[in-house]
């Protein structure tokens, strides 16, 4: 029997051998090799757990259609990666390693590269784990983005607080900015990538100064509460420069890295940021109002006047007089057709109630601080004054009992509130009006001869 088994071996093996059509349909060994396989690697400081498939292919090209910036994402290497960016952040805020949270990055073959980096949180009796699911090609400034929101927020949750720390937009998009400017894309760990690190040329942030010198920052307003139509084109662009630069002049301030970590720790223990940035940065900031003086000076000081694009002093008195003249519908007798008219800031204390003069004070006040920071320096003082003016009524008027259903003693009386700010008004009118007087007559003036530099 096993004679016969032998036999039929030997002549099945001759005709393979000897049969050229069968060799060619014998597939190669090293063709059906796999090409990646599944590892988790973990980061030097043991928080970071990278899940993905490990590139066994290093000369991987650029996937078609996608972008030559798109790069591929390998386990041990994005491992270094996450360390990188962790590392310069606690670099900006002068604070050490002490992680408590881990965060889980899980590397996903999406159809789509431009797909969102998805970082989902999960709460323990011993405190917070993170989650990040990124595509497995990805542009190196959203990889560093999302890895700089999910560190920010292990930062900010380490006391295991059940309430999860919201970061608020400009938060995060500044220290991304920062990242980019200060280690660029290089922060990134690619596959076969042989990176020479030397020190940045000049200043690292005079790329988001130059941006700001020729397109006018957000408020603390926009940034904090950003609408839909700052998320998107030209727009988001200013949006994060502005939050950039925030962040920059926040840690420039005495003891600004202490008081960004404070603030961090606080998030978790307030509604909204405000709150907690207001206890981390007292006495400095004792309302939002103040947050908004400050940083319109702070773009004042660092455009310079050689460099400053602000609008001219005619310019500037066009738009200062459109703001405190609102348009109004009138109310057109019967055949006839409505018009428009304006009505100034007296007629609106004077005649609205309450409830809608706030309305449409704070976004005169919002419009007057984009003003502030882009109009000619000679009319600023006059802003400010319009400014401080609309909010100390604000304050009073709600003091007189005439905001929610607040009891207790009447502080100031409303009337004689109503009497002083319209006073007030009147007399930053005049101003306004001689100050456009002096400027068409400095405009009709010969212009003297420019000096040569």
């Known amino acids: 029997m096993m004679t016969l088994l032998r036999l039929v071996l030997c002549i099945l093996a001759a005709v393979v051998c000897n049969s050229p059509s069968l060799l060619?349909?014998?597939?190669?060994?090293?063709?059906?090799?796999?090409t990646t396989n599944d590892v988790t690697a973990r980061s030097a400081s043991q928080q970071f757990i990278i899940h993905g498939k490990k590139l066994l292919n290093r000369s991987v090209a650029p996937l078609s259609g996608t972008g030559a910036n798109l790069i591929r994402l390998d386990p041990p290497l994005l491992a270094v990666t996450c360390e990188r960016v962790k590392t310069g952040i606690l670099r900006e805020l002068d604070a050490t390693d002490q992680w408590q949270g881990k965060i889980h990055v899980t590397i996903q073959n999406f159809s789509d590269p431009r797909r969102p980096i998805d970082?989902?949180?999960?709460?323990?009796?011993?405190?917070?784990?993170?989650?990040?699911?990124?595509?497995?090609?990805?542009?190196?400034?959203?990889?560093?983005?999302?890895?700089?929101?999910?560190?920010?927020?292990?930062?900010?949750?380490?006391?295991?607080?059940?309430?999860?720390?919201?970061?608020?937009?400009?938060?995060?998009?500044?220290?991304?900015?920062?990242?980019?400017?200060?280690?660029?894309?290089?922060?990134?760990?690619?596959?076969?990538?042989?990176?020479?690190?030397?020190?940045?040329?000049?200043?690292?942030?005079?790329?988001?100064?130059?941006?700001?010198?020729?397109?006018?920052?957000?408020?603390?307003?926009?940034?904090?509460?950003?609408?839909?139509?700052?998320?998107n084109g030209e727009s988001w662009q200013t949006y994060q420069a502005s939050s950039q630069w925030l962040v920059i002049e926040l840690l420039r301030m005495p003891e600004g890295r202490a008081r960004l970590r404070l603030f961090l720790s606080l998030l978790p223990r307030n509604l909204n940021w405000q709150l907690g940035f207001l206890t981390a940065f007292n006495p400095q900031f004792n309302s939002l109002l103040d947050l908004e003086k400050w940083w319109a000076m702070c773009l004042l000081d660092t455009r310079?006047?050689?460099?400053?694009?602000?609008?001219?002093?005619?310019?500037?008195?066009?738009?200062?007089?459109?703001?405190?003249?609102?348009?109004?519908?009138?109310?057109?007798?019967?055949?006839?057709?409505?018009?428009w008219s304006e009505v100034t800031l007296q007629q609106v204390i004077e005649w609205w109630d309450f409830q809608n003069q706030k309305a449409i004070l704070n976004s005169v006040l919002q419009k007057l601080q984009i003003l502030r920071m882009n109009s000619s320096p000679e009319i600023v003082p006059l802003i400010q004054e319009y400014q401080q003016t609309l909010s100390n009524y604000l304050e009073q008027r709600s003091k007189a009992g005439y905001?929610?259903?607040?009891?207790?003693?009447?502080?100031?009386?409303?009337?004689?509130?109503?009497?002083n700010v319209i006073k007030r008004l009147n007399g930053l009118d005049a101003q306004l009006e001689a100050f456009r007087q002096n400027a068409g007559t400095a405009n009709s003036a010969p212009s003297p001869a420019r000096r040569s530099r």
């Open 304 to 339: 310079g006047r050689e460099r400053w694009q602000g609008w001219s002093r005619q310019a500037s008195w066009d738009k200062l007089h459109a703001i405190i003249h609102l348009p109004a519908q009138e109310i057109p007798k019967p055949g006839a057709t409505a018009s």
């Open 403 to 419: 905001e929610g259903e607040g009891r207790g003693r009447k502080t100031f009386n409303a009337n004689l509130v109503i009497k």
């Open 119 to 231: 970082i989902r949180t999960e709460h323990f009796s011993n405190g917070w784990q993170y989650h990040v699911y990124v595509p497995e090609s990805v542009t190196p400034e959203r990889l560093i983005r999302g890895l700089t929101e999910v560190v920010l927020l292990e930062i900010a949750n380490r006391e295991g607080q059940p309430h999860m720390a919201e970061l608020p937009l400009w938060l995060s998009e500044g220290f991304t900015g920062l990242l980019l400017s200060h280690g660029g894309a290089d922060l990134v760990l690619r596959p076969e990538s042989r990176t020479a690190r030397r020190e940045m040329p000049g200043d690292p942030n005079r790329s988001v100064s130059d941006y700001l010198a020729h397109h006018p920052a957000l408020t603390i307003t926009q940034l904090g509460l950003p609408t839909p139509d700052l998320l």
């Open 24 to 34: 060619a349909q014998t597939p190669r060994l090293n063709a059906i090799l796999p």
